[in-house]
């Protein structure tokens, strides 16, 4: 039988993770990150931490699992932030 309250927590999962796909996009599209902050994304990926914690010692698997790439997706936004502004820019400017 299928848990409906179980269904809706993986939806709600698969929403916010793929939440931030459109942001990914248009970041790898126009290599520019500016407008997101280091500070944002710091309290972002702490939160995402946080629930992680939370929600495997409560044995909740919509909220890890989606926390866990959500987590996945923040650091790739991370690391297209330092290269672009780091290592394109050097390229781009000598």
């Known amino acids: ?4 309250y179980e269904t809706c927590g993986y ?7 793929s939440s931030l796909l459109p942001q990914l ?3 790898c599209k126009s290599k520019n990150l ?3 902050s280091y500070g944002w994304q710091a309290i ?3 939160a995402i931490i946080l629930g992680l914690i939370y929600s495997i010692h409560k044995d909740l698997p919509p909220v890890y ?3 866990s790439v ?7 936004l ?6 672009y502004r780091n290592i394109v820019s050097d390229i781009e400017n000598p």
């Open 25 to 27: 996009y248009k970041s």
């Open 44 to 46: 972002f990926i702490l």
């Open 11 to 17: 939806m709600a999962g698969i929403l916010f993770a």
């Open 34 to 36: 500016d407008d997101i």
């Open 65 to 67: 699992l989606s926390s």
């Open 70 to 76: 959500e987590l996945i997706f923040m650091i790739s």
């Open 1 to 4: 039988m299928i848990d409906i």
């Open 78 to 83: 991370v690391l297209m932030k330092y290269y």
